[in-house]
């Protein structure tokens, strides 16, 4: 499936919201240290590449061992399901610190 090329959409906020936060990815390699952890963008099915990063709402919460793994710096088996959980919790506490926000949300 093709998506559209559209210019990504960019959040300071969003990316912000990684300082201190646990991992979210937590690979086999994670280090589990807070104070590396920053908002990595998710570069797949045509969505960023190697120059461009995609939309800032495509990322998560990872430590600097598992950005390595998952941007392939480093060689470290990692699954599908742990980048969707990933996703998943991050969009969570995006949503939890108000910074994404759902149109008639209560």
Request: charged share 25%; hydrophobic share 35%; glycine share 8%.
């Amino acid at each position: 499936m093709m998506f559209p090329k559209n210019k990504p959409k960019r959040s300071l906020a969003v990316r912000n919201s990684a300082k201190g936060e646990k991992c979210a990815l937590m690979f086999d390699c994670c280090n589990g240290d807070p104070e590396t952890t920053i908002y990595a963008h998710l570069r797949f099915f045509n969505h960023g590449g190697v120059s461009s990063k995609p939309h800032d709402i495509l990322g998560v919460y990872a430590c600097s061992s598992c950005h390595d793994a998952l941007d392939g710096r480093t060689r470290v088996n990692w699954e599908w399901d742990a980048v969707l959980r990933a996703l998943m919790s991050t969009l969570v506490s995006l949503s939890h610190k108000g910074i994404v926000k759902m149109r008639g949300e209560k």
